[in-house]
Protein backbone atom coordinates (compact mmCIF):
# COMPACT_ATOMS: atom_id res chain seq x y z
CA UNK A 1 0.00 0.00 0.00
CA UNK A 2 1.75 3.60 -1.07
CA UNK A 3 1.74 6.37 1.60
CA UNK A 4 0.50 9.77 0.24
CA UNK A 5 3.25 12.34 1.32
CA UNK A 6 2.32 15.55 2.00
CA UNK A 7 5.17 18.70 0.50
CA UNK A 8 5.61 22.09 0.84
CA UNK A 9 5.95 24.30 -1.50
CA UNK A 10 9.40 24.78 -0.54
CA UNK A 11 10.13 21.31 -0.11
CA UNK A 12 8.67 20.63 -4.07
CA UNK A 13 10.90 23.49 -4.98
CA UNK A 14 13.58 21.91 -3.31
CA UNK A 15 13.11 18.37 -4.91
CA UNK A 16 12.68 20.04 -8.67
CA UNK A 17 15.49 22.08 -8.37
CA UNK A 18 17.59 19.52 -7.31
CA UNK A 19 16.44 16.88 -10.27
CA UNK A 20 15.33 20.10 -12.42
CA UNK A 21 17.76 17.80 -15.27
CA UNK A 22 14.79 15.03 -15.19
CA UNK A 23 12.34 17.72 -15.45
CA UNK A 24 12.14 17.24 -19.20
CA UNK A 25 8.59 16.22 -20.30
CA UNK A 26 5.74 15.16 -18.07
CA UNK A 27 5.75 11.52 -18.92
CA UNK A 28 9.63 11.33 -18.43
CA UNK A 29 9.24 13.07 -15.20
CA UNK A 30 6.85 10.34 -13.94
CA UNK A 31 8.98 7.63 -15.10
CA UNK A 32 12.14 9.28 -12.99
CA UNK A 33 9.99 10.30 -9.76
CA UNK A 34 8.84 6.34 -9.71
CA UNK A 35 11.90 5.03 -10.07
CA UNK A 36 13.39 7.65 -7.34
CA UNK A 37 10.56 7.84 -5.22
CA UNK A 38 10.00 11.61 -5.88
CA UNK A 39 6.52 13.58 -5.98
CA UNK A 40 4.26 12.78 -9.61
CA UNK A 41 4.10 15.09 -12.11
CA UNK A 42 0.38 16.40 -11.03
CA UNK A 43 1.76 17.21 -7.42
CA UNK A 44 3.56 20.09 -9.13
CA UNK A 45 0.99 20.86 -11.29
CA UNK A 46 -1.13 21.38 -8.66
CA UNK A 47 0.41 23.45 -7.20
CA UNK A 48 2.44 26.06 -9.60
CA UNK A 49 0.65 25.90 -12.54
CA UNK A 50 1.70 24.28 -15.97
CA UNK A 51 4.64 22.23 -16.56
CA UNK A 52 5.98 24.54 -18.71
CA UNK A 53 5.59 27.18 -16.00
CA UNK A 54 7.27 25.29 -13.74
CA UNK A 55 10.20 24.42 -16.49
CA UNK A 56 10.32 28.30 -17.05
CA UNK A 57 10.77 29.00 -13.18
CA UNK A 58 13.38 26.84 -13.17
CA UNK A 59 15.41 28.07 -15.90
CA UNK A 60 14.99 24.88 -18.16
CA UNK A 61 13.85 25.26 -22.41
CA UNK A 62 9.77 24.62 -22.40
CA UNK A 63 8.40 22.95 -24.98
CA UNK A 64 6.32 25.43 -27.28
CA UNK A 65 4.18 22.37 -29.01
CA UNK A 66 1.25 23.03 -26.84
CA UNK A 67 0.84 26.52 -26.95
CA UNK A 68 -1.84 28.15 -29.05
CA UNK A 69 -0.99 31.28 -31.26
CA UNK A 70 -1.89 34.26 -29.53
CA UNK A 71 -3.25 36.63 -32.26
CA UNK A 72 -3.69 40.62 -32.18
CA UNK A 73 -7.24 41.63 -32.33
CA UNK A 74 -6.01 43.85 -35.67
CA UNK A 75 -4.47 40.29 -36.44
CA UNK A 76 -7.33 38.62 -36.62
CA UNK A 77 -9.58 41.48 -38.73
CA UNK A 78 -6.60 41.43 -41.34
CA UNK A 79 -6.54 37.49 -41.64
CA UNK A 80 -10.43 37.43 -41.89
CA UNK A 81 -11.00 40.12 -44.55
CA UNK A 82 -8.45 38.19 -46.94
CA UNK A 83 -9.73 35.83 -46.18
CA UNK A 84 -13.58 35.83 -45.98
CA UNK A 85 -14.73 34.39 -49.21
CA UNK A 86 -13.20 30.76 -47.21
CA UNK A 87 -16.17 31.39 -44.45
CA UNK A 88 -19.49 29.90 -45.82
CA UNK A 89 -19.90 27.70 -42.77
CA UNK A 90 -18.41 27.29 -39.35
CA UNK A 91 -16.91 23.62 -40.45
CA UNK A 92 -15.80 24.46 -43.74
CA UNK A 93 -14.05 27.47 -42.56
CA UNK A 94 -12.16 25.09 -39.40
CA UNK A 95 -11.09 23.11 -42.56
CA UNK A 96 -9.92 25.60 -44.68
CA UNK A 97 -8.10 27.61 -41.39
CA UNK A 98 -6.31 24.08 -40.71
CA UNK A 99 -5.33 23.60 -44.59
CA UNK A 100 -3.90 27.06 -44.29
CA UNK A 101 -2.65 27.44 -40.48
CA UNK A 102 -5.52 30.19 -39.74
CA UNK A 103 -7.27 30.21 -36.82
CA UNK A 104 -10.60 28.34 -36.29
CA UNK A 105 -13.60 30.08 -36.50
CA UNK A 106 -13.49 30.02 -31.95
CA UNK A 107 -10.43 32.19 -32.10
CA UNK A 108 -12.31 34.88 -34.38
CA UNK A 109 -15.75 34.75 -31.83
CA UNK A 110 -13.45 34.64 -28.88
CA UNK A 111 -11.69 37.90 -30.07
CA UNK A 112 -13.84 39.42 -32.61
CA UNK A 113 -17.28 38.41 -31.80
CA UNK A 114 -20.49 37.27 -33.83
CA UNK A 115 -21.68 40.66 -35.27
CA UNK A 116 -17.99 42.05 -36.28
CA UNK A 117 -17.29 38.67 -37.84
CA UNK A 118 -20.47 38.64 -40.02
CA UNK A 119 -20.26 43.12 -40.77
CA UNK A 120 -16.89 41.54 -42.45
CA UNK A 121 -17.83 38.79 -44.13
CA UNK A 122 -21.45 39.09 -44.29
CA UNK A 123 -21.74 35.61 -42.89
CA UNK A 124 -24.12 34.79 -40.74
CA UNK A 125 -23.57 32.88 -37.59
CA UNK A 126 -27.14 32.53 -36.80
CA UNK A 127 -29.58 31.58 -39.65
CA UNK A 128 -33.18 31.76 -38.48
CA UNK A 129 -35.95 29.71 -40.86
CA UNK A 130 -36.76 32.72 -42.67
CA UNK A 131 -33.04 33.92 -43.58
CA UNK A 132 -32.54 30.64 -44.89
CA UNK A 133 -35.93 30.60 -46.93
CA UNK A 134 -35.01 34.17 -48.30
CA UNK A 135 -31.38 32.80 -49.32
CA UNK A 136 -33.08 29.51 -50.95
CA UNK A 137 -35.70 31.19 -52.86
CA UNK A 138 -32.71 33.73 -54.47
CA UNK A 139 -31.33 31.16 -55.97
CA UNK A 140 -34.46 28.25 -56.92
CA UNK A 141 -37.22 30.85 -57.13
CA UNK A 142 -39.48 28.17 -59.17
CA UNK A 143 -39.28 25.30 -57.70
CA UNK A 144 -37.32 23.45 -54.64
CA UNK A 145 -33.60 22.30 -55.09
CA UNK A 146 -32.62 18.91 -54.68
CA UNK A 147 -29.69 17.99 -51.94
CA UNK A 148 -27.11 17.56 -55.19
CA UNK A 149 -28.57 21.00 -56.57
CA UNK A 150 -27.79 22.77 -53.29
CA UNK A 151 -24.16 21.06 -52.96
CA UNK A 152 -23.38 22.48 -56.47
CA UNK A 153 -24.43 25.26 -56.16
CA UNK A 154 -22.44 26.00 -52.45
CA UNK A 155 -19.29 24.87 -54.66
CA UNK A 156 -19.87 28.03 -56.84
CA UNK A 157 -21.52 30.45 -54.19
CA UNK A 158 -21.10 31.72 -50.89
CA UNK A 159 -24.65 29.68 -49.49
CA UNK A 160 -25.31 28.18 -46.25
CA UNK A 161 -24.85 24.08 -46.07
CA UNK A 162 -27.11 21.71 -46.64
CA UNK A 163 -26.38 20.50 -43.54
CA UNK A 164 -27.01 23.61 -41.88
CA UNK A 165 -30.49 23.69 -44.32
CA UNK A 166 -31.79 20.40 -42.64
CA UNK A 167 -30.48 21.09 -38.99
CA UNK A 168 -32.23 24.77 -39.28
CA UNK A 169 -35.90 22.86 -40.49
CA UNK A 170 -35.45 19.11 -39.23
CA UNK A 171 -34.96 17.29 -43.27
CA UNK A 172 -34.95 18.52 -46.55
CA UNK A 173 -38.19 17.49 -47.09
CA UNK A 174 -39.15 19.84 -44.20
CA UNK A 175 -37.56 22.90 -45.81
CA UNK A 176 -39.16 22.40 -48.89
CA UNK A 177 -42.75 22.32 -47.27
CA UNK A 178 -41.63 25.56 -45.15
CA UNK A 179 -39.84 27.29 -48.30
CA UNK A 180 -42.21 26.06 -51.28
CA UNK A 181 -45.83 25.22 -49.87
CA UNK A 182 -46.96 26.64 -46.53
CA UNK A 183 -47.15 30.02 -47.68
CA UNK A 184 -48.89 29.29 -50.88
CA UNK A 185 -51.73 27.30 -49.61
CA UNK A 186 -52.33 29.65 -45.97
Known amino acids: MSRKQKFSDKELWEIASKH ?6 VEGWNQYAKENGLPHSQTFIQRFGTWN ?4 KLNLDTNNQ ?14 IREHKEALTSINSWNQYAQRHNLPSYDVFERHLGAEQIEEITQYKTH ?3 ND ?3 IILSHFPESPPTVSDWKALSETKRVPSFSTIIRKFGSWREMKRYVYYLDRYN
Not at 53 to 56: G, V
Request: glycine residues 0%; without cysteine.
Open 20 to 25: KEAFTS
Open 53 to 56: TIKE
Open 66 to 79: HRPVKYQINELNSI
Open 127 to 129: LTQ
Open 132 to 134: LKK
